[in-house]
């Protein structure tokens, strides 16, 4: 049987004070390094040794359920990316088109959209883009378009979130890293189409 690789602990936890999204790579170690977890909010520890791969890891008193927590973390730091870039890369919408950098404008976070809640929206010239975050839950609503029309102006893309936690446990892996978690994500935010899917669009 081949054994299901994962990763370590988690890459990012939240600033305790600023309540940003901080990369291990970015903050100081053990616990000095002020951060909580994203779902139980318990204190982290930031592991940055020399034999294993760089992560967070939890103290010993979970307060929570924290399956979820590489996926949520993953979720708050490309929102966190979004936030800061203001653009998204993504393919053209035909097959054979050129992909490019969007330009987000007026950016929202958790917005009711077609029965489901959107991440993020923004404007794109006289568009409504709504962006979805997809962790593969298979509990969260997904949007239903069918109602909509031309006049809504509106383009829905899904962003694959397990897509980007495959590739940070590759980078994980890796015995001598190029660069760091927040790097990765928002090369694959801004960067690249990868990961990235129309989801709804009026044309």
């Keep these: 049987m081949v054994k299901k690789v994962t990763f370590e602990g988690i890459p990012f936890g939240i600033d305790k004070?600023?309540?940003?999204?901080?990369?291990?790579?970015?903050?100081?170690?053990?616990?000095?390094?002020?951060?909580i977890c994203p779902v139980?909010?318990?204190?982290?520890?930031?592991?940055?040794?020399?034999?294993?791969?760089?992560?967070?890891?939890?103290?010993?008193?979970?307060?929570?359920?924290?399956?979820?927590?590489?996926?949520?973390?993953?979720?708050m730091m490309v929102r966190q990316v979004l936030?800061?870039?203001?653009q998204l890369f993504i393919g053209h919408l035909m097959v054979g088109g050129s992909a490019g950098a969007m330009p987000l404008k007026t950016l929202s976070f958790d917005v009711p959209i077609c029965g489901a809640t959107a991440d993020v929206t923004a404007s794109v010239?006289?568009?409504?883009?709504?962006?979805?975050?997809?962790?593969?839950?298979p509990t969260t609503p997904k949007p239903d378009f069918s109602h909509i029309t031309v006049d809504d102006a509106l383009i829905a893309i899904k962003l694959d979130l397990k897509q980007m936690e495959r590739r940070l446990i590759k980078?994980?892996?890796?015995?001598?890293?190029?660069?760091?978690f927040t790097e990765l994500l928002s090369h694959?935010?801004?960067?690249?189409?990868?990961?990235?899917e129309w989801i709804y669009h009026p044309d």
Excluded at 43 to 55: T, Y
Excluded at 83 to 86: A, H, K, L, P, V
Excluded at 125 to 137: K, Q, S
């Design 17 to 35: 004070d600023s309540g940003r999204v901080k990369d291990v790579f970015s903050v100081a170690r053990g616990m000095d390094c002020h951060c």
């Design 40 to 75: 139980c909010k318990t204190d982290l520890i930031a592991k940055q040794g020399d034999l294993k791969a760089w992560h967070f890891s939890h103290t010993t008193d979970v307060q929570g359920d924290c399956e979820r927590s590489l996926l949520t973390s993953i979720k």
């Design 83 to 86: 936030q800061d870039e203001e």
């Design 125 to 137: 010239g006289d568009y409504t883009v709504a962006l979805f975050l997809d962790d593969h839950n």
């Design 171 to 180: 980078l994980q892996g890796e015995s001598t890293m190029d660069g760091n």
């Design 188 to 196: 694959m935010v801004t960067g690249e189409a990868d990961g990235k």
